[in-house]
């Protein structure tokens, strides 16, 4: 193989951070701008000692940072719903009423339970894409739920593109790489 054949063998195969969807139920990947992928952190390594030497022993335990996504707003009167009311519609569906909203005497009364929220949600996956399109990496949370949303501040002195950066806690993640023959492997 040419050296110029290389290089572009591995210009291709190179990923460019824009190659991704974001699947979330009721919510439209299109208007996602930005995603973090799953991180896993291990507790810190312990010292153990016999006589006069001293051994690392990992720490054991294993925790999944959140992860954040970005997502653009778009006023559309045509549209059946803003995407501000699409992302509260979904943390409000099973886990939140406002105070104002509690009917009296109501047969079920929502309270803020992990299932709930892990409903309200539904699945969450994580596609990174090749250059082609097709999908080759699958980031899948698990027990995924709405921690936080922020709104963009509204101001006068910009005009950029108003959005909302929601904060997904989760349990854990797996990731599968899919091969081009078709071949998958979950770690």
């Given amino acids: 193989m040419s050296d110029i054949n290389y290089l572009q063998t591995v210009r291709y195969s190179l990923q460019n951070s824009f190659r991704f969807l974001l699947r979330i139920d009721d919510i439209p990947f299109a208007m996602i701008t930005g995603v973090d992928r799953p991180r896993p952190n291990f507790s810190a ?12 022993q ?3 335990i294993v925790t999944w940072s959140d992860i954040n996504f970005s997502i653009v707003e778009s006023f559309d009167n045509e549209k059946f719903d803003s995407i501000a009311g699409i992302i509260l519609n979904t943390y409000k569906k099973f886990g939140y009423d406002n105070p104002n909203q509690v009917i009296e005497n109501a047969p079920i009364l929502k309270d803020m339970n992990k ?7 539904g699945t969450v996956k994580i596609e990174v894409l090749t250059p082609n399109g097709d999908v080759y990496e699958v980031w899948q ?23 909302a950066t929601i904060t997904l806690s989760y349990d854990w993640a797996d990731m599968t790489y899919i091969s081009s023959a078709g071949r998958e492997t979950t770690y």
Avoid: C, E, H, M
């Fill in 45 to 56: 390594p312990q010292d153990f000692q016999l006589i006069n030497w001293k051994f690392k």
């Fill in 58 to 60: 990992p720490g054991g």
């Fill in 115 to 121: 299932r709930a929220l892990i409903n309200s949600i």
């Fill in 141 to 163: 949370l698990y027990n995924a739920f709405v921690s936080k949303i922020s709104f963009d501040k509204l101001q006068y002195k910009t005009s950029q593109i108003l959005g």
